[in-house]
């Protein structure tokens, strides 16, 4: 017991020292981009994560938790400090599961379908309420994941701009694994460039406030070409076992 004990201490004074670095490495590339701190959101992704190590994070400073998945979601639901920090919604969500997280969840992002948004909307009038979200676009068109292809992505959000009980925050993305990073760049450049496009064409319930990219590999990365929101897990919370 006393071995497992200091085990958890020496993962909160990991966590402690891995936030710092963070926090420097967002503040540096910021302002190589002609920004601030405070212009970039760091969301820290608590897939895995139990809920003494996040209300640890959020004690040093972090405001914003994302979880990938609905169950793990509501099963550590109660135990977030909520108080001091805003919870998100990350991951691929099935239809069935929308009216699990609604009203928990101040942002939704990766909504990438009429019937998405369209249940997302249903269960928000439920709770008398707009949520938020971000649309998740495919920027590498890969099969295997979830989004929508960037060139129908104007045709999506103007088919659910006007769906009454949703808000459209702005983008998400994940590109695909590159070794190099001017590869991954081209992807954050492509993306950034969209987002401007859509920002540029001033919607009601459309306010492109968020371009969500960047993760523990590439956030530095991201932040240069233009992301004011990232996503990191396994930088901030170390090593995690995915297979859980």
């Known amino acids: ?10 993962k909160l004074r990991n ?15 910021a302002e190589k981009s002609g920004r ?16 003494a190590v996040i209300n640890h994070a959020i004690k040093q400073g972090l405001r914003y938790i994302g979880e990938n998945r609905v ?29 699990q997280i609604v009203g928990k969840v101040s942002l939704i992002q990766s909504v990438d379908s009429v019937k998405l948004a369209s249940e997302v909307a249903r269960q928000a ?16 068109r890969e099969e295997n994941k979830s989004g929508v292809m960037p060139e129908a992505l104007g045709e999506l959000i103007d088919e659910i701009k006007d769906i009454d009980g949703i808000f459209i925050k702005g983008l998400m993305t994940i590109p ?20 401007i496009d ?5 919607s009601d319930n459309v306010s492109m406030d968020i371009l ?28 995690r076992n995915y297979a859980l």
Do not use: W
């Not at 966590?15 to 590339?29: G, Q």
């Not at 009038?125 to 590498?140: A, C, F, P, R, S």
């Open 125 to 140: 009038k439920l709770h008398n309420k707009t949520q938020d979200i971000l649309v998740e676009v495919n920027i590498g």
């Open 15 to 29: 966590v402690e020292e891995n936030y710092k670095m963070i926090e420097a490495h967002i503040a540096h590339a």
């Open 36 to 51: 601030q701190r405070s212009d970039i959101t760091f969301l820290a992704a608590t897939k895995t994560v139990e809920p």
């Open 71 to 99: 169950q793990e979601l509501l099963s550590k639901y109660d135990e977030y400090d909520l108080e001091n920090a805003d919870l998100q919604f990350i991951g691929h969500l099935q239809t069935n599961k929308v009216k």
């Open 1 to 10: 017991m006393e071995r497992s004990s200091d085990e958890f201490l020496t």
């Open 212 to 239: 969500s990219m960047g993760m523990s590999d590439d956030y530095y990365e991201a932040i240069l070409c233009g992301a004011n929101m990232v996503r990191i897990g396994s930088l901030l919370f170390g090593k």
């Open 176 to 195: 695909p694994i590159c070794e190099e990073k001017s590869e991954i760049c081209k992807y954050f450049e492509d993306m950034h460039k969209i987002f």
């Open 198 to 202: 859509i920002s540029g064409k001033k």
